[in-house]
């Protein structure tokens, strides 16, 4: 957990089925995705490299910072530009999303 002047993060495993679906093609599905709280922001699922269908995916030239996390690089898909980014390296306080994917759309999937 990190916490600055009222900002607040935290990362911890989580254990929900997540699915990331796209024109009807599956980009990634995990059943260990790392589950980020950030004051503000919506709940995210950082998904582990090997869940995530990377040959799908081109890099983007796309580069932005947080301050809490680091910089950021992004991946997209012919019909969705920066659909997908991943801390190469994150700030020590949130070290464990280091080459993880998160996702703008993702889906838990209820059994």
Known sequence: MTATRGHRITVEPGTAHVRVVRDGVLLAESRRPLVLRET???????????????????????RTHC???????????PEAADLVW???????????????????????VTA
């Not at 190469?88 to 838990?108: G, L, W």
Request: net charge negative; hydrophobic share 25%.
């Open 40 to 62: 503000g922001c919506p709940v995210r699922y950082y998904l582990p490299p090997e869940d995530v269908r990377t040959e799908l995916l081109t890099p983007s030239e796309t």
């Open 67 to 77: 301050p809490f996390k680091g910089d950021a690089a992004y991946w997209s898909r």
């Open 86 to 108: 991943a801390y190469p390296e994150p700030k020590p306080e949130v070290a464990s999303i280091k080459d993880h994917f998160c996702f703008y759309d993702t889906e838990t």
